[in-house]
């Protein structure tokens, strides 16, 4: 069994999008091939996927704001969960934040999807109850 993790590239899109899709994570705007591929160009060693026997079944995306690293659609295929490649996926992303000098990491779950909380929790994620998100849309 070979388990690997590696840099995304632009040519893992159609693989990733359909992970993504299998997974239920919420999908828009940001998420087209042109975005994911601007995405990977300026985040090239936070955005990450994992393959086990050659065959793509996680996905993460990490992004340096030159502040926090912001975490994007970590996603395990769900005929592979409950095996520790999220653990792993979000450790190898760990590393590489800590390398840039990231201070502390943040993420949003979306209230549709409030069972993946316990995860989080397993990998050393605190749950914050003091703020509220908010958003402005530049470009529909
Ligand atoms: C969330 C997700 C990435 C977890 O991946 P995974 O590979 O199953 O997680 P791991 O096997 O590494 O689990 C690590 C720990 O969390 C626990 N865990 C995993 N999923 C859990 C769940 N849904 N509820 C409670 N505990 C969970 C594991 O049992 C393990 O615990 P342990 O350390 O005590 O053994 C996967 O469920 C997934 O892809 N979900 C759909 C996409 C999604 O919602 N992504 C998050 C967007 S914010």
Known sequence: ??????TMEATDYQAVYQ???DCNLVLGTSDTEDEIVKFINQNPQTSLVLLKNKQLI???????????????HLAISENYR??????????KL????????VVKISFWVHKSNLQVIDFYQKIGCELREDIITMSKTLRE
């Not at 069994?1 to 590696?6: D, G, L």
């Not at 996680?58 to 994007?72: A, E, M, N, Q, Y």
């Not at 409950?82 to 450790?91: P, S």
């Open 19 to 21: 992970l993504w899709q």
């Open 58 to 72: 996680g996905s993460v995306l990490g992004g340096f704001d030159g502040r926090r690293g912001l975490v994007h």
């Open 1 to 6: 069994m070979e388990i690997i993790v590696r």
């Open 94 to 101: 760990e590393d590489e934040f800590t390398k840039m000098g």
């Open 82 to 91: 409950k095996a520790g490649y999220g653990r792993l996926l979000f450790e």
